[in-house]
């Protein structure tokens, strides 16, 4: 059992490692959209609002005062992704929701790790949101 959790931080230690060295979080904050999802009959074929909180580590580029939009990671063509992501379909879950956003995050050269959160503000009456974080990290 040790080594299990020494191995799992053995995966971790690149993102530990990054500590000492300069960080950069590009986020979207409380992005609204609407969105075909739900798994339940009432929630088929009507959208419905959802908001998107995504934050990204990036690595640094190698000039961090360059200026220039090539050297950065673009929080406007990351929501244009999220658009695509939504635009493409019912999706049932907003766990995959999720996923899907995280993989397009981690798709990107400078990524290395993303948390994505799936709020469905009208999911439970009582509740002023209900939904999913995940925390995802580039593979090494």
Known sequence: ????????LAQLRPYQDLASQ????VFVRDLQLD?????????????QPVIINIEMQVEEPSNPVSDQLEDVVCYNRLVRGIEDIISA????LVETLAERIAAMCLAHPMGLSARIRVDKPNAIAEAAGAGVEIIRYKKR
């Open 1 to 8: 059992m040790a080594e299990q959790t020494t191995d799992n």
């Open 22 to 25: 300069p960080q950069r979080i």
């Open 35 to 47: 969105a075909f999802i739900g798994a339940y009959e009432e929630e088929m074929g009507q959208s």
């Open 89 to 92: 379909g019912h999706i049932r």
